[in-house]
């Protein structure tokens, strides 16, 4: 439960339905907020050392990047939601042993970077100026909410070859749902909460509601996919995979894992192996869904 559910509960039910502009900021400041802020875990330290560390200035917030190789053949890592970059750092570091240049970044209000909240428009923008700044990406490999926002970037002119997404979200709706669940607020909330939304995050965004669902249109892309998302999950319900899974049709792959969960499975070295073989082999394997086995 939300640590502020007892408090916020009544006073957003009952202001969203007099007062919708007050409630919708008072939902946002609280749906763009993560969770506390994860620390590096000792076997995250030395791959982070490894990369080159520096600063973009998004939305007037500073972003932490960091980078590593020779720039040849870039790969970008994404983190989700309550994340940050080290997490992904088993990737990076097999990436990097395969002669790719991975890179990767804090989100606001995430690991390194400074603030208390992010966003997917500030996801989004972060991941067009590292496109701008390093070119084409070989790999994309997004987890989590990662997923859902760089697909939402890779619809607005960032380019990739690939597309990995662990345990990936695939709606956004699927995140107000929650949302709204966790909190035990009524639909009015949720009316609210997007409303300020288009108001004061993306004032013009043309179908904005629809180009957040990932599985809405997805030719633009036009990359292979591999999907990765352990059946236990208990952040991100595998059926947001199979979503984008049935989007994608011939050109994604789906396995499913057992026993790892929404976290761990960014640890396991056959994930890892999956995921890095997808990235760097000649050819696409046949399409479709499979359980890993070992």
């Known amino acids: 439960m939300h640590p502020m559910t ?27 907020r993560p969770l506390g802020r994860a620390r ?10 490894a990369a080159r560390v520096e600063r973009l200035r998004v939305r007037g917030k500073d972003v932490v990047t960091y980078a590593w190789g020779d720039g040849r053949r870039p790969v970008l890592l994404v983190h989700g939601w309550s994340s940050r970059a080290s997490r992904l750092g088993a990737f990076a570091e097999a990436l990097l ?26 996801y989004r923008e972060t991941i067009r100026r590292l496109h701008a700044r390093h070119g084409d990406f070989d790999a ?6 990662g997923a859902l926002a760089s697909l939402f970037a890779l619809r607005d002119g960032v380019r990739t070859a690939r597309f990995v997404g662990i345990g ?24 609210a909460l997007r409303g300020h939304v288009e108001r004061r995050l993306a004032p013009g965004e043309p179908d904005l509601w629809l180009r957040l669902e990932a599985d809405r249109d997805p030719e633009p892309l036009g990359a292979p996919v591999l999907l990765l998302h352990d059946e ?33 499975i960014l640890k396991d070295p056959a994930v890892v192996a999956e995921a890095v073989e997808f990235v760097t082999a000649p050819a696409v394997e046949v399409p479709g869904e499979r359980v890993a086995t070992g």
């Open 232 to 264: 236990e999950d208990d952040m991100v319900s595998p059926s947001q995979s199979r979503l984008l899974l049935r989007a994608h049709g011939d050109r994604a792959r789906l396995v499913v894992t057992r026993g790892l969960g929404h976290r761990r």
């Open 97 to 122: 042993a395969r002669g790719y240049s991975p890179v990767a970044f804090d989100a606001p209000g995430h690991g390194e970077s400074p603030g208390r909240a992010s966003n997917i428009i500030e």
């Open 168 to 191: 990936a979200v695939g709606s956004f709706t699927y995140l107000t749902t929650g949302f709204q669940g966790l909190l035990g607020v009524d639909e009015r909330v949720v009316r």
């Open 40 to 49: 590096p875990k000792p076997d995250e330290r030395e791959v982070m050392a």
């Open 6 to 32: 007892p408090l916020v509960r009544p006073f957003l039910n009952a202001t969203a339905r007099v007062a919708p502009g007050p409630a919708g900021r008072l939902a946002f400041h609280l749906f763009v």
């Open 140 to 145: 994309v490999v997004a987890h989590s909410f």
